[in-house]
């Protein structure tokens, strides 16, 4: 539709709406992009916070093809993969964090496999849509197998 | 004439600096990822293979961030300054109302065209 309106400002050499109208909907076009330059709310996912937020010292549990953002804020930040195999499986893991950004994408039900290995919800924050949870586990001791 | 183009091309760059240093999303990690881990061929020979773009984004932006560093605006400035020569060509071929058009359109001209990804 886009390049259809700029070829026919083209073909007809002159702007298919009279000036003013040009002018009111530049207006509206400026109005709206203010909107949503100037108000944080409307912007993308907020990595930077969320990864301020973070302990340096708790390693991180996520989908890890997605985890660019989190290394780009901090590298030195540990990133285990969101999956049974991995949850769980160190010593003194009676809280961990988990960041389920395109979990569902990707087919992973963390929260059943959480729930399984004994751990319960505590904590959840949002980002912009971006959930950053923190799990505890129940029965430690038995997490570790 | 040419006093009003330079006026609105101004504006229109500023508009683009309004918060040009959000927090980064995937596709913009992604390719500070790739321009900070990969040299030159190992873009073409390692990364490509395994994506479905071009390697001449991920060539131009390593090229870029060598000289200009990584930080969100470092990556987001080359979309910016496309996205106005694109306006010039716009004004080119249509003249001042379409390059009007092109440049302060909020949906794709604004926020999209100051991404630094694909």
Not at chain 1, 29 to 36: E, G, N, Q, T
Not at chain 2, 5 to 29: G, K, M, T, V, Y
Request: proline content about 5%.
């Amino acid at each position: 539709m886009m390049v259809t309106m700029l070829l026919t400002f083209s073909i007809l050499g002159k702007p298919l709406l009279h000036r003013s109208s040009g002018a009111g909907l530049i207006g509206v076009f400026l109005m709206f992009s203010l909107i949503y330059l100037l108000i944080p709310q409307f912007h993308r996912e907020d990595w930077k916070s969320l990864v301020k937020s973070l302990p340096s010292n708790k390693p991180v549990y996520m989908i890890t093809s997605s985890s660019d953002v989190l290394r780009y804020y901090n590298n030195s930040l540990k990133v285990i993969p969101l999956r049974s195999d991995f949850i769980g499986t160190t010593v003194g893991q009676e809280e961990i964090i988990v960041i389920p950004y395109t979990a569902e994408i990707h087919g992973v039900d963390y929260q059943k496999i959480l729930q399984e290995k004994n751990y319960r919800l505590v904590n959840k924050k949002v980002f912009r849509g971006l959930e950053l949870e923190h799990w505890a586990n129940l029965n430690p001791t038995e997490a570790v197998k | 004439m040419k006093y009003k183009i330079l006026i609105i091309f101004a504006i229109a760059f500023f508009i683009r600096l309004i918060a040009l240093n959000q927090s980064l999303w995937l596709d913009e990690a992604t390719t500070a990822r790739v321009v900070q881990q990969y040299n030159y061929q190992e873009i073409i020979t390692k990364f490509s293979p395994n994506d479905f773009h071009p390697p001449f984004y991920y060539l131009f932006m390593k090229l870029w961030t060598n000289i200009v560093g990584y930080s969100e605006v470092a990556l987001r400035m080359p979309s910016v300054l496309f996205s106005l020569a694109t306006g010039c060509v716009v004004y080119l071929i249509t003249g001042i109302w379409g390059a009007v058009f092109f440049l302060f359109n909020p949906l794709i001209f604004i926020t999209h065209k100051r991404q630094g990804c694909i």
